[in-house]
């Protein structure tokens, strides 16, 4: 059986559902395709992620008529960000930019929201609009594309085409594979866990990365007495903390802290994530465009993974919005060009330094701890660039 619509999008995680919700109110028929249950799409599991969203995010996200969605209990105000380098003793410290402050509403960096609520409101908003068909427990056997459309095969026989295909559906993203596309892939050899603890005393609304030697501890505010915690630590040494009790572990992570917020205790499930960064050579081809974490797929070290995910939708939709509304192909080359060369001023940057700041912060030979330690109190004297570090935090 033949299916067609003017767009298919392959992945209904956080980026392929909000490409789907940008045309909200345009007459463009959208499928979304989807290898996971139904249940896990309408009904996300908490798995430990909380995400960093800019204030770009914050308002990409309302004008989707998503943000209105979030409970606001639930909604954690990021104020202030503290960056040290081996203990506790130094912080580079980013406030409010004053200029911010003063000419907006804006009264923090950023805020923190928990991944499954992300992505619980994101299906809720979806699965209202009448433009929009997402289908489930499927899985695609194969993506040709040419220059007339896209052509999409599932297991099942069934075949869907439209005039433009988007692959949103992972870092490892099968779409990309089929089209041709190659990526530079950083496997960092290292794996991430996130949990939530509390404790007695206020972690201040402020986030806290410190590079520890051999490891990495961000630790995320939420409310006062409750912080995520994002332990970065080498895969040799990944079992022996794994397998540590709740009281081991949360004993632990005072010690790694410092015992700066009071006696740990943990306040929810362990979860854990290989660490791959992954940047697509070309986000498009022949009908066919990259979102999300298919397109880039960030290191969590500087949280700019899912706003740079939602940043690709809007611009994408952007682009087809307006050709739809002239008439025009919404799968021409030219289209697709101009998402790619705007795309990836916005990523390439960011990924390339991103991963440099990374091997800088996790080299743990003397002259290089030595080199983090002045490059921490220089850049505390050094306005602009706090600044700009500031306007990254913020989206401003």
Known sequence: MNHHSDIIVIGAGPAGLAFACQFKNSDLRITVLEKAPLESIAHPAYDGR???????????????????????????????????????????????????????????????????????ALYDE??????????TDTTVKSVQTSAQQAFVTLDNGDTYTSDLLVGADSRM??????????????????I??????????????????????????????????LTNCVITIDNTQADSLLSLSDEELAAEVQRMMSDK???????????????????????????????????????????????????????????????????????SSSLLRRYNHTHQLHTRPLYHGTNAMVSLFTDDKKPMKMVR?????????????KRWIAGQLTGK
């Open 192 to 225: 991430v866990m996130v949990f939530r603890v509390s404790h007695p005393l206020s972690n201040e609304a402020t986030a806290q990365e410190c590079f520890l030697y051999g490891r990495t501890l961000a630790l995320l505010p939420l409310h006062d007495n």
């Open 173 to 190: 993203s099968f779409v990309r594979r089929q089209l041709g596309i190659g990526a530079d892939m950083n496997d960092f050899g290292r």
């Open 126 to 135: 979806v699965k209202e609009l009448p433009n929009v068909t997402i289908i």
């Open 50 to 120: 909380e995400i960093a969203l800019t204030h770009k995010s914050k308002e990409i996200l309302q004008n989707l008529g998503v943000w209105q969605r979030f409970n606001p209990k639930e909604i954690y105000k990021l104020h202030e960000a503290k960056v040290y380098n081996g203990d506790f003793n130094y912080a580079l410290h980013f406030k409010l930019p004053k200029d911010l402050k003063a000419l907006s509403s804006i009264d923090r960096l950023g805020n923190l929201i928990s991944n499954h609520n992300i992505r619980q």
């Open 261 to 331: 917020l009071g006696k740990i205790t943990l306040a929810g499930t362990v979860h854990h994530y290989p660490l791959m960064g992954v940047h697509a050579k070309t986000f498009v081809s022949t009908r066919a465009a990259l979102i999300g974490d298919s397109a880039v797929g960030m290191h969590p070290v500087t949280a700019h993974g899912f706003n740079l995910g939602l940043l690709s939708t809007e611009t994408l939709s952007n682009l087809i919005l307006n050709a739809h509304q002239k008439g025009d192909d919404i799968g």
């Open 373 to 385: 330690d002045v490059a921490l109190r220089v850049s505390n004297h050094l306005p602009p660039l």
